[in-house]
């Protein structure tokens, strides 16, 4: 069983920054791929980030390449989302998922469908 939690979410105004923290509660984490998914009211929960477990590949949706980066730190258990640049429409709940991989992949950790844990959210609201 892994437990997530996310933090540092918050009133952000459009074009700060913001990081997210994962803090994940497996003594196998380094088994996880992670990921960050994000989902704004009345819509589906989307793809934003993925990392594979050696921290060596990361993979992005494409709305946020170039701004936001994904980042882990194994020996702390916890995984990271840099958000830079942000928009008003990226007002959202933001959740941080675990995907059991066997191979050093991230693209693999893209479909919500496939995560093996989730944590609860952490609310990222914007302001002009």
């Known amino acids: 069983q892994v437990q997530l939690a996310e933090s540092g979410g918050g009133l952000v105004q459009t074009g700060d920054s913001l990081r997210l923290s994962c803090a994940a509660s497996a003594r196998s984490f380094s088994s996880y791929a992670m990921s960050w998914f994000r989902q704004a009211p009345g819509k589906e929960r989307d793809f934003v980030a993925a990392?594979?477990?050696?921290?060596?590949?990361?993979h992005y949706a494409d709305s946020v390449k170039g701004r936001f980066t994904i980042s882990r730190d194994n020996a702390k258990n916890m995984a990271y989302l840099q958000m830079n640049s942000r928009k008003p429409e990226e007002q959202a709940v933001y959740y941080c998922?675990?995907?059991?991989?066997?191979?050093?992949?991230?693209?693999?950790?893209?479909?919500?469908?496939?995560?093996?844990?989730w944590g609860k959210g952490t609310l990222v609201k914007g302001s002009s």
């Open positions: 990392i594979s477990v050696s921290g060596s590949n990361t």
């Open positions: 998922a675990a995907d059991l991989e066997e191979k050093d992949y991230a693209h693999t950790s893209s479909d919500r469908r496939t995560m093996d844990y």
